[in-house]
């Protein structure tokens, strides 16, 4: 309802009218994708699909009309609260047409995969070539193929890029070595914007690096989350930086749960986006870390996953509720 009859999702719902012209772009917006999308991926539930797909063809029909002459976009809120950046002087490394483009292209793969589940072949048909189109140009115009540098050539457009698919399969191996390199330029630090912070650590694991990830985000010193404990936190801070506070009670870091529970406890539902009865293990035994436990609660009951370091052997332990299939890779 609060969407405009143009297509336009302010910053804040409910809204008095305000947060239609700023605060908001493709990668504020993505709720009205993601929560649908992820509700179907996790328990199978179509209706709030069914509900919104007329908002998602609307809402990607205004984001086209955004579109500038090389195919992207280039309007919104982009890696807001990059670490150590604040004034209107000191944007984001991440340029906002990587963001806002990268994000809408995923916002158009998510689409297409709500709109065959409930057989919006029509609409399916328009999502695809938006994300195929809107790809083409991403490639095209942001990414440097002689160094594998996305533009900004930073952690967060490189992560951005590898996370939602702008490369291709034998060009991963160059691209992530490019994102290596900003992490060690950065001295193993976070250097990213929320938007960045929200895949960079899956990437690393990915990859193989899930003891950089785990020490990029424990680390002590400024800025990683075990900074945030030095100095007292109890709960997700808005920034990073000891001399700027916001909010003290902010969610949109918090995706490092996600993490813990897909990498370190290694869960992983309905890996294929075809059947929430299924479930892959695949904790990540890093040196670093000596016992995991963890619970997640599935529409069918609870899946619990352990596992502890003996002497000899790593021991794991696996419940899962009945009706689930499960693949346990070790």
């Not at 908001?24 to 797909?53: H, K, Q, V």
């Not at 709109?115 to 609409?123: H, M, S, T, W």
């Not at 424990?218 to 920034?239: H, V």
């Amino acid at each position: 309802k609060a969407m405009s009859p143009e297509g336009v999702v302010p910053g804040i719902i409910p809204t008095a009218n305000w947060g239609y012209d700023e605060l908001n772009g493709p990668a504020w917006d993505s709720a009205l994708f993601y929560l649908p999308y992820f509700t179907y991926i996790y328990r199978g539930e179509t209706e709030m699909i069914r509900e919104t797909a007329d908002a998602f063809i609307k809402y990607l029909k205004y984001v086209e009309s955004r579109k500038e002459e090389n195919g992207l976009y280039n309007f919104g809120l982009g890696d807001w609260c990059h670490v150590g950046r604040h004034s209107p002087e000191e944007m984001p490394k991440a340029p906002v047409i990587v963001t806002d483009s990268i994000i809408s292209m995923d916002l158009a793969n998510k689409a297409s995969v709500m709109f065959e589940a409930i057989g919006r072949d029509d609409y399916k048909a328009y999502a695809d070539k938006f994300a195929s189109e809107l790809k083409a140009a991403i490639r095209e115009n942001l990414v440097d193929f002689d160094t594998m540098a996305v533009l900004g050539e930073c952690q967060s457009s490189q992560a951005m890029a590898l996370y939602y698919g702008v490369f291709e399969a034998d060009e991963y191996e160059a691209a992530f070595n490019k994102l290596l390199e900003y992490v060690h330029e950065a001295d193993d630090h976070i250097d990213v914007g929320v938007l960045g912070g929200r895949v960079i650590f899956h990437v690393l694991s990915k990859f193989g690096y899930t003891s950089l990830a785990l020490k990029m985000i424990t680390r002590p010193d400024y800025p990683s989350y075990g900074n945030w404990i030095e100095r007292g936190a109890t709960t997700l801070w808005e920034n990073f930086d000891p001399d700027f506070m916001d909010s003290p009670n902010h969610h949109f870091w918090g995706d490092i749960s996600a993490w813990f529970y897909k990498v370190l406890a290694g869960i992983n539902v309905n890996p294929t986006g075809k059947n929430i009865n299924e479930i892959v293990i695949e904790p990540h035994f890093i040196e670093e870390i000596n016992k995991v436990d963890t619970t997640h609660i599935m529409p069918q009951g609870e899946v619990s996953v352990s596992w502890e370091r003996k002497p000899d052997v790593i021991e794991v332990k696996i419940n899962l509720p009945k009706g689930v299939s499960g693949h346990f890779i070790g």
